[in-house]
Every structure is written in C-alpha cells, then in structure tokens.
C-alpha cells in the first residue's frame, strides 16, 4: 500500500489516484522527496507516525510518502520497497530495521548513492545517519520496572513470566527483552524465571493462545512482558478470560481508549506508548538537518509514557479520549 502527500507553497495541486496510490502531484522545483516504510498502515502507533509524518512534509513543502508491507512486519516485503525508494530517488529514507543482515544491501546501497536513512531502531551510526524512535533497550527496562513494582504491590515472592514477541530473532525486540529481564533483576529481591520466549506473529489471538498454553503447563505462571503491541492485546485478553484480574501482571503497549478501559477493568495494570506523532514528525525535522548540512543529535530517542489507574481519566481528559 502506498500513500503520497506532496506540498509546496505557492504551488499548484492537483490530487490524481492511479494503481492503488493515492497522489498530490505539485508543480515546485528542489522539493525533499522522503519516504517512511511503516510496519502497517494505520493502529494507534503506525497511524500516528504516518500522520506526524503527513503534517510535517506539509509544513516543509516536502514530498513525502507513507508505504506498507501487504503483510504486517514482513521484512522481505519492507526490504523490497526500500530498495524501491532507491531505485525512485528519493532523499531520505525513513524505517524501522530489524535485522541487518536482511537490510544490509539497502544500507550499503543507501551509502552509495547518497540517500539518507533514518531508522526507528538504533543499529549504530555506521548503518544509519540518524536514529528517531524508541530506544528498544530503554523501553523493555521501563517495562521491568514496572513488572517488579506489580510484583512487589501484589506481594509475589516469585516473578514467573514469559515474554512474547512479534519474531524471537527481532533484534530490537531483543534488546527490549533484555531490558526488562535486566530491570526485574536489579528492582525484585526475590525469585525470577523467565519461562520461554514465543512469537505472537503480530496476532494478539496468537499471543492468547500462547500464554494459555503457557499458564497451563506452568500453573506458577505470574506475568507477561509484552514486546509487542499484538502480545499486550492477547495478554489482556488471556486475563479477562481467566479471571485473572489482580492476579497477574500484565501491561499494554498503546494510549487508546481500549488500552485505558482495560487498565480499568484490571485486565492491564497500566498502559504505555511514546509520542508517536512526534517521532513521525521529528522523521523530517531530523533528516531537514541532515539534508542542509546542520548539526544533529544522531541519536533522538522519544520518551516513554505510562498511565496508571489512578491517571487514566484525567490523562483521557486532557487528550480527548472518550472512554466507554
């Protein structure tokens, strides 16, 4: 799926629709052509990058497009449309990379020609020209910390959990295990077991059916460390279904109106995002420096958000989320 928005001040616009692609084709000379690859179109997380994105290419007169996979975090997919930008000249290259041994030849390339790439995970400075997104390692032991201040609220003298992940060779979500197997460590004085990693194959029915299969077979089985957003759905379902409100600790990974009436139903004992508009926005406003040659941070991490209980309505007030 592709989507395009190009403006430029003063110039003439005349909206087309070919083949599935949605245009604005403008008239305006030097204008910034940047492409995000999103993992999906639309959700809380991906449609808000996507509009962050939209409104800054708008503001900047840029040419901006807004790509997907036909399927959902598929990374051949997402390395063919890559390789797709290139091929098309564009300026800026915006994406989140996974595995760089899949995207190598699109970064060598991108190096190559000249093509600035800016990816939602931090895989070094000599892969990318800049870093915008969520810091994977950071986020996970915020996640930590807040499984082992559960854990200690519900007086638990052991924390026995599984962690789900959309793949278990997603290198950044790896990292985002890491971190909070090393936060639950350093804030837990008691016993902890990670019981086994699973693949929610970005299905949070898939996520479900995995940490009951789980919770049968390990009946201590006490929390969930959700890498993924699909993980955090199929956990906060797995409570409901199991009466588990209370009981066992699980934490959602978006600022929805869903999210916040799960917080409040028990089924999630808080709930968390970044600025997600904000990193779309800053996708442009980073590579802006970067394409006239100002100083950079390389690396532009967005802050993590929680909402607890007691925080739900009035952080649903002052956002405008209407709750059931």
Sequence with gaps: MKKRVAVAAMAAVMAVSMMGM??????????????????????????????????????????????????????????QLAENALTQGYDAICMEINDLDMYGDVI????????????????G??????????????????????????????????????????TTDNASQLKNRQGIADAIAENFDGEVNEIDIAATDSNAATAQDKLSAFYLANPDLNAVASVDLYAALGAAQFVDENGLEGKFIATGLELTADAFNRVLDGDLMATSSVDSVGIGKNFCYVA???????????????????????????????NGIELN
């Design 108 to 123: 060598s390339r991108a190096k190559e020609d000249g093509v600035k790439l800016i990816s939602l995970t931090d895989v």
């Design 125 to 166: 400075e000599e892969n990318c020209d800049a870093f915008v997104g969520i810091d994977s390692y950071a986020s996970g032991y915020s996640q930590g910390e807040k499984i082992a201040e559960f854990a200690k609220q519900l007086e638990y003298d052991s924390i026995n959990y599984v962690t789900l992940m959309s």
């Design 288 to 318: 802006q420096k970067i394409l006239n040659g100002e100083d950079y941070d390389y690396s532009n991490p967005a802050e993590k958000i929680w909402v607890l209980p007691d925080e739900v309505e009035s952080y649903c007030a002052e």
């Design 22 to 79: 949605t245009s604005v084709a403008v008239q305006a000379d030097d204008i910034v052509k940047i492409v995000t690859i999103g993992v999906q179109s639309g959700g809380s997380y991906w449609g808000n990058i996507e509009k962050g994105f939209t409104e800054a290419c708008e503001e900047l007169g840029w040419e901006g497009d807004y790509w997907t996979p036909q399927n959902a975090g598929n990374d051949s997919e997402m390395v």
